[in-house]
């Protein structure tokens, strides 16, 4: 996701519509192979569904996963040249196609549209080699300037160490007894870990001088911690994002049913630190906020029902929990708009399974797509529109566009609420670093400044925060 933001971010709104005016969609079959190692690449691809998996000629190993929002084909683009790695789709993938062609005709006719698309690129192949390049020092020893001689690492390695220590003890104590770690033992051990999230917190936050040294002791925790992140399936799914980022629908299933599972008592373990953690707290709490929010609407609503929809749905167990209430469920009715068909079929099976189907609509769109123009929507006269875990990914010229959207959407007094995560997220160094998890933090004066930009044209009218105080839910009403 962060590529095609970068990618936007530089180029103009006149740039951005004629790229999507121009550009072609292609569809890609499950381990049908896009790029192959050797071969010329003709065009840019930016991945709008589903997952590309890029791995070496020589050995077949999988080097990245590329989610919805990645590029693939630029660096030919930039250097002409065969590719390198091979690129084949996981599973039923879309792309957006951008002849390599068309996009050399553009620059040589428009001098302006090629700086800004070269910068674009740029950045994007500059921060992708800066990261691997500290991976590498990481690995090799190299970053000891960096990251390991800083004071700050020594203290924090030394957690790292109290912690590994207290947990392989609980584990080896289980192991012997054949039993599992004892309650309030694994409690204990818990809350040590929520304290760690926070120390680690301040740490970066006043400790650590500039972008390359918190990357460098970064690398240097996320070391320690990856052997524990791959023993059980949440805390693996965080890390390796099997659906090309972290949030994905099955992810956050697994944070609502908050039931650690592991290989053995230290992946169980490991896997409660991570879905208690405060961020997990926090997303718990949010399904609570936004079913809050939906009953309101409903109650608010005099005749006819009340029309919902929720923009990247993900499981949408906040409307299951809101009609699961509902003594007529004709007083509701929910639009769930998601770009992952999975998330969707996941969805339907759920409304099947407690014979919702009626109150509910499906639509597999993308939202990028929407908010640029590219594509149309006939969802309006909305009572409330809501999103969450999705402006996190998004730099602010396409939140301002999906807002606008949104603004279509809603009849006149209708409601939006835009989720987020406030810069006061004590987890954000562990996520940012350890898990890779990389997001958009905003503040109450943020979400102000964005909805008077866009179609609103005025401040939130409301913002609410989860019990953790680390989600904030802005709100704004269509005039």
């Known amino acids: 996701m962060k590529q095609a933001v970068t990618l936007f971010q530089e180029l103009s709104h006149n740039d951005v519509d004629w790229l999507l005016a121009n550009a072609s969609e292609g569809q890609l079959e499950a381990n049908e192979t896009l790029i192959e190692a050797g071969n010329a ?90 990261r691997a390049n500290r991976r590498l020092a990481v690995q090799e020893g190299a970053d000891a300037a960096v990251g390991a001689e800083h004071p700050a690492w020594h203290r924090l390695g030394e957690k790292i160490g109290d912690f590994k220590a207290i947990v392989h003890e609980a584990n080896e104590v289980a192991v012997k007894e054949g039993t599992s770690i004892p309650h309030d033992v694994a409690d204990e051990i818990v809350a040590q870990f929520r304290d760690f999230y926070a120390f680690m917190n301040q740490v970066f936050e006043t400790e650590l001088p500039n972008e390359r040294v918190r990357d460098g002791v970064g690398l240097l925790a996320q070391r320690e911690f990856l052997p524990y992140l791959l023993l059980a399936e949440a805390s693996q799914r965080f ?31 490991v896997d409660r630190c991570l879905l208690e ?55 509701l009715h929910a639009t769930l708009l998601d770009i992952d068909t999975q998330a969707l079929a996941f969805v339907e099976e759920t409304a099947g399974r407690k014979g919702l189907e009626a109150a509910i609509s499906l639509v597999p769109a993308n939202l990028i797509h929407l908010a640029l123009g590219r594509a149309e929507t006939d969802i309006a006269d909305q009572d409330l529109v809501y999103s969450i875990g999705l402006i996190d990914y998004l730099d602010d010229d396409l939140v301002v566009r999906l807002m606008s959207l949104i603004h279509g959407m809603l009849r006149p007094g209708g409601r939006v609420i835009l989720g987020n995560f406030h810069p006061r997220n004590p987890v954000r160094a562990f996520m940012d670093h350890v898990l890779d998890w990389r997001l958009v933090h905003r503040s109450e004066e943020d979400m102000d400044r964005l909805f008077r930009k866009s179609a609103f044209g005025r401040p939130t009218s409301n913002v609410r925060f989860e019990a953790q105080e680390i989600n904030l839910f802005a709100e704004c009403v269509r005039e």
């Open 239 to 269: 890390y390796t994002k099997p659906r090309g980022y972290a949030g994905d629908y099955w992810t956050i299933e697994l944070v609502y049913r908050n039931e650690p599972t592991g290989s053995s008592p230290l992946g169980v373990l």
């Open 41 to 130: 690449v003709d065009a840019i691809h930016l991945v709008v569904q589903g997952v590309l998996s890029v791995s070496t000629p020589e050995t077949a190993e999988e080097l990245a996963i590329l989610g919805p929002g990645d590029l693939v084909g630029e660096m030919s683009f930039l250097e002409q040249e065969p590719a390198t790695e091979s690129v084949t789709a996981t599973e039923r993938t879309a792309t957006l196609i951008l002849p390599h062609a068309l996009l050399h005709d553009r620059c040589r006719d428009d001098p302006g549209f090629s700086a800004r698309l070269h910068r674009s690129l740029g950045r994007i192949l500059s921060r992708r080699l800066r």
């Open 277 to 331: 953690s405060p961020t997990g707290d926090a997303v718990r709490n949010r399904r609570g906020l936004l079913a809050e929010e939906i009953r309101k609407a409903v109650e608010s609503r005099q005749n006819g029902p009340t029309r919902i929809t929720s923009l990247a749905c993900g499981p949408a167990r906040e409307v299951f929990d809101v009609l699961a209430d509902q003594e007529d469920a004709d007083r």
